[in-house]
């Protein structure tokens, strides 16, 4: 349930409300929808499906007001019936949401008794239902009266037929941004302003249940009890370059294949021969006595890996939890909380952060996107500079932010850290393995269950390389500590059951050798992942990718670029929607 957009001015708003859509397909892809006034009607139209199928299907070429929905289905299956927006009985107010409502149930039950009909499964179909259950003749009112019967988080916007002039919206923790112009000819609102910047660079986000009223160069917002507030807007940058994929195949190969630009941005300019140097990260920050790192899918894969850079260059004690979990875990005064995400719009990242700073902790941001929900809400934030990733599965993300949190480790430890610049080279001559990697894919392509194994550098590489296959191939790909195999995981492993071993972590080298030949006793077919200079690894991996010689601190970067395109080609093999896998979304946005 989760990007929403509405347009209402001079342009063409059913246009403007789908080029608004695309950019949120982020968000989610289950399915689209859009609603708009009509000659004095709601008109709408919803799909299951991506932006596309919508598109073929709209039965109007314009609308005097739109409001737009992508979902990431929660409650309800992914059908058109449960796509947004939903309108009330009389089909006289449409809506759409991001977030969920979790007094959705007894509000639901309340209006049948009072004779309302419902036709979806979906938490959202509620709120639409009491709107007009409340509405007198203003809809602002009516939106006011609900806000305070809802349980849980949400963004909204609501249109009514006689009213062609307005959209209103609300919001409580999840985001809303409202963009005008300054001539004052159109408003835009949206989950995420950078969908919206080159045109209305002034930029009001709701918060904790306040209300707006839009309408075309005049905004009217309202607190929390209903009374008229004041706010400056912020004024923001930032402009939209059409995404192309560059003549690669798909997304995910063209910013595999950016890495190793992409990790010279993350590092260009952040250091010189003798220390780090962070723009805008306050100093009192170097005091921290621990650092606890929270992310969620790759973003935590890289805490995992700051961690072990934190405490092996800075020797400052530092832990990753899962965003989702941090919650639970008791963190100490005096810890520096850095939360990592991509799109910083990820709901169970932003739910820490807000809980960490209620705790009191001061709170530092990785993100890659420039005015996102993370940037807003932390003490300080350092940008990966990645450019726009598009492919739902994350790569060039993850290398940038291992580069920026060995800079980190680096400047804690008020260390040089020339060594890395080595490494836009390396992924180079990675990158020249992409047709060998090719054919061992087909080769594995038919198994339908992997172990991946590492140690130490290489454990949570590990993990995030069975991520990578999981998310875009469907196949069950299981990252484990190499140690840990033989304390059960190590049952499954038959001829069927090929293991791809990540072997590039010198201090465990022997270790892992010997970890190879307890899964090759068993009968498995190997993959290994090797520097250069381990032969020993031939004797008994049936094939190998051979990877540039680096110390072990570096070695997750060249790793996870071979294990990014094993992963690649494996889904290519299998025919699989690689930019946009099934049940996924770029940013989960619901908690
Ligand atoms: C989603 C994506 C993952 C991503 C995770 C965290 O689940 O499918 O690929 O790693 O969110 O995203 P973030 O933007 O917070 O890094």
Known sequence: MCGIFGYIGTKDSLQVCLNGLQLLEYRGYDSTGIAGVENGQIAYCKEAGKLHVLQQKLPFQKLDVAIGHTRWATHGKVSSNNAHPHLDEKCDIALVHNGIIENYDVLRSDLQMHGVRFVSETDSEVIVQLIAHHYKGELVEAVQKVLPLLKGHFAIAVIHKDFPDRIVAAARECPLAIG?????????????????????????????????????????????????????????????????????????????????????????????????????????????????????????????????????????????EIASEARFRIVPEETLVIAISQSGETADTIAAVREFKSRGLKVLGICNVKNSTLTRETDGCIFLKAGPEMSVCSTKAFTSQIAVLYLLAKFFARQSAEEIKTIPAQIQEVLKLAPLIQQIAKKYSHFRNFFFMGRHYMYPTCLEAALKLKEISYVNANGYPAGELKH????????????????????????????????????????????????AVSAVADDVIWLPSTSDKLAPFTSTVAGQLLAYYIALSLGCDIDQPRNLAKSVTVE
Request: proline share 6%; hydrophobic share 40%; charged share 20%.
């Open 180 to 320: 005008y112009d300054d001539a004052g000819t159109e408003a835009v609102i949206s989950s995420d302003p950078n969908a919206f910047l080159s045109s209305t660079p002034n930029v009001l986000f709701l918060r904790k249940d306040e209300v707006a009223l839009i309408q075309k160069g005049k905004i009217s917002l309202f607190n929390s009890q209903n009374l008229p507030l004041c706010k400056q807007p912020e004024r923001l940058e930032g402009h939209h370059t059409p995404p192309s994929k560059g003549g690669f195949a798909h997304y995910m190969l063209k910013e595999i294949f950016e890495q190793s630009a992409t990790v010279q941005k993350a590092i260009f300019g952040r250091m010189d021969e003798k220390e780090v140097l962070f723009e805008a990260l306050p100093e009192t920050f170097r005091n921290a006595k621990r650092v606890w790192f929270i992310g969620c899918g790759t973003s935590a894969h890289a805490g995992m890996i700051g961690s072990l850079f934190l405490e092996d260059i800075a020797q400052i004690p530092s832990h990753t």
């Open 488 to 535: 059960g995981p190590i049952a499954l492993i038959d001829t069927h059951f090929p293991v791809v071993a990540f072997c590039a972590n010198k201090q465990t080298e022997e270790k892992i050798l010997s970890n190879l030949q307890e899964v090759k006793a068993r009968g498995a077919p190997i993959i290994a992942l090797a520097p250069k200079e381990l032969s």
